[in-house]
């Protein structure tokens, strides 16, 4: 089994969801990006728990700020 093979969560912060409309968008928009295969927004602390699949973190944290920041949202931090 390669060590890529397993998934791991990623906490990212995003600021500018304000109402459940605003965390189902950022949620489907997630669910989109082909790396990720799981999500869990919390609207009151303002983070979404990201599952993902993937060696390439740089890209797909890039595609994660660019995909939230077309709907309008700002990644602040992943962690």
Do not use: P, Q, R, W
């Not at 969560?9 to 799981?38: F, P, Q, R, W």
């Not at 699949?53 to 700020?65: E, G, M």
Request: net charge positive.
């Amino acid at each position: 089994m390669s060590i890529f093979s397993k998934t791991k969560e990623y906490k990212v912060s995003i600021e500018g969801m304000k109402c459940e409309h605003c965390a189902a968008n950022v949620e489907k928009t997630l669910k989109a990006i082909k790396d990720i295969k799981k999500v869990n927004v919390d609207l009151a602390g303002k983070i979404a728990i990201i599952s993902v699949k993937t060696k390439d973190l740089d890209a797909l944290f890039a595609d994660v700020k660019a995909k939230i920041s077309e709907i309008g949202f700002a990644v602040t931090n992943i962690e």
